[in-house]
């Protein structure tokens, strides 16, 4: 009996769920007999397919064109409000085909009965991308891609980095009030009447098969590209839809047709080390040199500018180091933009070009993978290896990347003291020159630093900024001649800043080979027929030595530098990518192919290369190069205060991983400027923070040092 009775209860709670679902039916069902009572039913102006779909289509047409003029109308905004309709005028071609793309995308609702939702949901879709495109280049200088939300964490980081709490709150308000109307406009629209799936279907493909054809032909005849080398550039010339699906699309290195094990091992046994290609740990040499990367901020030589005219030179160290050194152009993947796919490039000898369009490694898989590069090498040669930026350590992802790369610490701007700006807010290259000699006289194996400058970045003030300035500019116009006499006066602090730290190596008496190169032309809007000769992607190199080297002028790609300094340093033929390059001649037909396949090996394949193991493991890297301390806690009347060693305007005080408000009294004094239990006292710790975000870098606790 009672078995029967629990069966009873048992099969009525199975039932309940039906029940939920039956009374959530009837009151939508209710909502919805209301919301017609008031706002009935109409049937819209076009409604039969056999009636009005050409002139139904001829409606999607304008619906796109008058899209897509916002999309790039928004775009523009920050050069003038009439520049969406001047492209118009200007590129016609390329107007119309991403006209034909946001098109074929809207012929899609006549597969639908319901076409006015469908298009709504169609034009909300690309009037969203577009419309965060416009906001973001308000912002910065990159335009959106697929990266920029590459996962939850750093679509919230994008939010919090570019707008206010008041912002996202009014924006996360228009979005809950827009999937309302949306709701409202599904359960009001009609369905079309005598829809002929078939020839609806025969648009769809014809459109479709239209813009696809249009883009292998405008490919082909060179008005498109496939090479992004700049994306604001891209997306300025080529135009949203077709660059952001570019983008989005073509990721990574795509597979070579004859990838297979044995493919490598006959790319290999070009080499000198053939197929034994095993990382294998030297003794530590100190006779061999230091080796510094100084990567200089759209670093270019000014007499190489057609447009205009300097009263001086403003980089006189540059032009003498020129003469006396091995120099030449150098042939970078970025201009204007893109500073770290030329560090990539140098880093590890693998050309961006076989990547997709506009995509940064530094985004996507070295986030994730370690790979092969100067600093895996150098460490297995018994080399201390180094990475410095006078930015911030977020930027690039250069916090996560570099342990990826092999470095053993990286010190960036949340690490530094006594930063001096420069009159557009960023850090003036002279801020490293005393940690770069500190770690170079004070490290007793061989040093490999990578130095990364900020100070030459843009954008440009478009008025007077110097009232005295070293070199004057003079240029067809006012806004030419104040944006560039900002710009070279900045390179000429970047050139006493070059000067400076070499006349600080030379006389240490450490033996030291200095790579020192521009990453990419400046974000001036120049022209081919303005800059030396009409080539956008070279800046100009130097290889400075205190060891002797024999001068040796000559044109370098930036993918064949890390194989040229060590080939300099002594150290030839360790790594595979440098091993390829310095046992093979670039005239050679496969040079480029068989690099581009050990590269996708390496990074997307089965490391056939290694014998189908990567043996380089993530580094513990650490963060800043001096050990962060904390000595003591003591309390000052009601206050509290952290005493140690080398904190600096970053530094804050946390507890649980959560930063408290700290006011920076000295590198070895923080106080605490809230009140906390005083049984949490013990908890108290030290974290490094980004500028920006008060994201947490690095912490340390009472009981430890960083």
Same mark, same amino acid.
């Given at each position: 009996?009672?078995?029967?009775?629990?069966?009873?209860?048992?099969?009525?709670?199975?039932?309940?769920? /039906?029940?939920?679902?039956?009374?959530?039916?009837?009151?939508?069902?209710?909502?919805?007999?209301?919301?017609?009572?008031?706002?009935?039913?109409?049937?819209?102006?076009?409604?039969?397919?056999?009636?009005?779909?050409?002139?139904?289509?001829?409606?999607?047409?304008?619906?796109?064109?008058?899209?897509?003029?916002?999309?790039?109308?928004?775009?523009?905004?920050?050069?003038?409000?009439?520049?969406?309709?001047?492209?118009?005028?200007?590129?016609?071609?390329?107007?119309?085909?991403?006209?034909?793309?946001?098109?074929?995308?809207?012929?899609?609702?006549?597969?639908?009965?319901?076409?006015?939702?469908?298009?709504?949901?169609?034009?909300?879709?690309?009037?969203?991308?577009?419309?965060?495109?416009?906001?973001?280049?308000?912002?910065?200088?990159?335009?959106?891609?697929?990266?920029?939300?590459?996962?939850?964490?750093?679509?919230?980081?994008?939010?919090?980095?570019?707008?206010?709490?008041?912002?996202?709150?009014?924006?996360?308000?228009?979005?809950?009030?827009?999937?309302?109307?949306?709701?409202?406009?599904?359960? %009001?629209?009609?369905?079309? =009447?005598?829809?002929?799936?078939?020839?609806?279907?025969?648009?769809?493909?014809?459109?479709?098969?239209?813009?696809?054809?249009?883009?292998?032909?405008?490919?082909?005849?060179?008005?498109? %590209?496939?090479?992004?080398?700049?994306?604001?550039?891209?997306?300025?010339?080529?135009?949203?839809?077709?660059?952001?699906?570019?983008?989005?699309?073509? +990721?990574?290195?795509?597979?070579?047709?004859?990838?297979?094990?044995?493919?490598?091992? +006959?790319?290999?046994?070009?080499?000198?080390? &053939?197929?034994?290609?095993?990382?294998?740990?030297?003794?530590?040499?100190?006779?061999?040199?230091?080796?510094?990367?100084?990567?200089?901020?759209?670093?270019?030589?000014?007499?190489?500018?057609?447009?205009?005219?300097?009263?001086? =030179?403003?980089?006189?160290?540059?032009?003498?180091?020129?003469?006396?050194?091995?120099?030449?152009?150098?042939?970078?993947?970025?201009?204007?933009?893109?500073?770290?796919?030329?560090?990539?490039?140098?880093?590890?000898?693998?050309?961006?070009?076989?990547?997709?369009? /506009?995509?940064?490694?530094?985004? /996507?898989?070295?986030?994730?993978?370690?790979?092969? %590069?100067?600093?895996?090498?150098?460490?297995?040669?018994?080399?201390?290896?180094?990475?410095?930026?006078?930015?911030?350590?977020?930027?690039?992802?250069?916090?996560?990347?570099?342990?990826?790369?092999?470095?053993?610490?990286?010190?960036?701007?949340?690490?530094?003291?006594?930063?001096?700006?420069?009159?557009?807010?960023?850090?003036?290259?002279?801020?490293?020159?005393?940690?770069?000699?500190?770690?170079?006289?004070?490290?007793?194996?061989?040093?490999?630093?990578?130095?990364?400058?900020?100070?030459?970045?843009?954008?440009?003030?478009?008025?007077?900024?110097?009232?005295?300035?070293?070199?004057?500019?003079?240029?067809?116009?006012?806004?030419?001649?104040?944006?560039?006499?900002?710009?070279?006066?900045?390179?000429?602090?970047?050139?006493?800043?070059?000067?400076?730290?070499?006349?600080?190596?030379?006389?240490?008496?450490?033996?030291?080979?200095?790579?020192?190169? /521009?990453?990419?032309?400046?974000?001036?809007?120049?022209?081919?027929?303005?800059?030396?000769?009409?080539?956008?992607?070279?800046?100009?190199?130097?290889?400075?030595?205190?060891?002797?080297?024999?001068?040796?002028?000559?044109?370098?790609?930036? !993918?064949?530098?890390?194989?040229?300094?060590?080939?300099?340093?002594?150290?030839?033929?360790? &790594?595979?990518?440098?091993?390829?390059?310095?046992?093979?001649?670039?005239?050679?037909?496969? !040079?480029?192919?068989?690099?581009?396949?050990?590269?996708?090996?390496?990074?997307?394949?089965?490391?056939?290369?290694? &014998?189908?193991?990567?043996? !380089?493991?993530?580094?513990?890297?650490?963060?800043?190069?001096?050990?962060?301390?904390?000595?003591?806690?003591?309390?000052?009347?009601?206050?509290?205060?952290?005493?140690? +060693?080398?904190?600096?305007?970053?530094?804050?005080?946390?507890?649980?991983?959560?930063?408290?408000?700290?006011?920076?009294?000295?590198?070895?004094?923080?106080?605490?400027?809230?009140?906390?239990?005083?049984? =949490?006292?013990?908890?108290?710790?030290?974290?490094?923070?980004?500028?920006?975000?008060?994201?947490?870098?690095?912490?340390?606790?009472?009981?430890?040092?960083?």
């Amino acid at each position: 009996m009672i078995k029967k009775k629990l069966f009873k209860k048992n099969r009525k709670e199975k039932k309940n769920p /039906g029940k939920i679902l039956s009374k959530l039916i009837s009151v939508k069902e209710k909502i919805q007999k209301k919301f017609r009572e008031k706002f009935p039913k109409k049937k819209p102006r076009f409604h039969d397919a056999n009636l009005h779909e050409k002139r139904y289509i001829l409606r999607l047409a304008a619906m796109s064109f008058l899209m897509y003029l916002y999309i790039e109308t928004f775009a523009r905004a920050t050069d003038g409000i009439f520049n969406g309709v001047m492209m118009l005028w200007k590129q016609p071609v390329v107007f119309l085909y991403n006209w034909l793309i946001i098109f074929a995308t809207l012929t899609l609702t006549l597969l639908f009965r319901k076409r006015g939702f469908v298009t709504l949901l169609i034009m909300i879709v690309w009037g969203t991308l577009g419309t965060v495109n416009g906001c973001i280049l308000i912002k910065r200088m990159t335009p959106f891609t697929l990266y920029d939300l590459q996962n939850l964490g750093d679509g919230l980081t994008l939010l919090t980095t570019y707008y206010s709490k008041l912002q996202i709150v009014l924006g996360a308000a228009a979005l809950i009030i827009g999937g309302a109307i949306i709701v409202l406009y599904y359960i %009001s629209s009609y369905r079309w =009447d005598n829809v002929n799936y078939k020839r609806s279907f025969a648009v769809v493909l014809i459109s479709v098969a239209a813009a696809m054809g249009s883009t292998v032909g405008l490919i082909r005849l060179g008005t498109l %590209s496939t090479f992004f080398g700049n994306l604001n550039y891209a997306y300025t010339d080529y135009g949203f839809p077709y660059c952001f699906i570019n983008t989005s699309i073509n +990721k990574g290195i795509s597979k070579p047709a004859d990838y297979s094990k044995s493919s490598i091992q +006959k790319i290999l046994k070009k080499t000198k080390n &053939g197929t034994d290609t095993t990382p294998t740990k030297k003794e530590t040499d100190n006779t061999k040199p230091n080796i510094i990367v100084l990567q200089m901020e759209s670093f270019a030589y000014a007499q190489d500018f057609h447009n205009i005219k300097v009263s001086n =030179d403003p980089t006189p160290n540059f032009t003498k180091l020129m003469k006396d050194y091995t120099s030449g152009w150098f042939e970078v993947p970025a201009c204007g933009a893109g500073t770290a796919n030329t560090e990539f490039e140098v880093l590890t000898g693998i050309s961006a070009k076989f990547f997709g369009p /506009g995509e940064y490694p530094y985004k /996507g898989k070295l986030r994730e993978k370690t790979l092969e %590069s100067m600093a895996y090498v150098l460490k297995n040669s018994g080399y201390s290896t180094y990475a410095m930026h006078d930015h911030r350590a977020l930027f690039y992802n250069r916090n996560e990347v570099y342990a990826n790369l092999g470095f053993d610490s990286f010190t960036s701007a949340e690490y530094m003291n006594n930063i001096e700006l420069t009159p557009t807010g960023w850090a003036q290259d002279k801020t490293m020159t005393g940690d770069i000699m500190d770690i170079l006289t004070n490290t007793k194996n061989p040093s490999f630093m990578h130095i990364i400058s900020v100070q030459g970045h843009g954008s440009y003030p478009t008025e007077q900024v110097f009232k005295d300035p070293y070199t004057t500019v003079t240029a067809d116009n006012e806004e030419t001649k104040w944006k560039y006499e900002y710009y070279v006066n900045e390179t000429h602090q970047m050139d006493t800043f070059i000067g400076d730290l070499l006349s600080k190596i030379r006389k240490s008496g450490e033996p030291t080979i200095v790579l020192i190169y /521009g990453d990419h032309i400046p974000a001036l809007d120049v022209k081919s027929a303005d800059y030396a000769d009409g080539n956008l992607y070279q800046t100009r190199y130097v290889i400075w030595d205190n060891i002797g080297l024999s001068e040796n002028d000559r044109k370098l790609y930036s !993918y064949q530098a890390g194989a040229q300094l060590l080939k300099d340093a002594g150290l030839s033929h360790r &790594g595979v990518i440098f091993d390829y390059q310095q046992s093979n001649s670039q005239k050679s037909s496969s !040079y480029l192919s068989d690099q581009k396949t050990l590269a996708y090996d390496m990074l997307y394949g089965k490391d056939y290369v290694f &014998g189908g193991k990567n043996p !380089y493991k993530q580094t513990k890297m650490r963060m800043g190069y001096k050990d962060i301390e904390i000595d003591k806690i003591v309390k000052i009347g009601d206050d509290y205060y952290i005493k140690g +060693k080398n904190f600096t305007e970053r530094s804050k005080i946390s507890m649980d991983g959560e930063t408290l408000s700290t006011i920076y009294l000295s590198s070895t004094l923080l106080g605490l400027q809230e009140k906390i239990d005083p049984e =949490d006292v013990d908890k108290l710790e030290v974290s490094q923070t980004d500028k920006k975000d008060d994201t947490i870098l690095s912490t340390i606790t009472s009981q430890e040092e960083l």
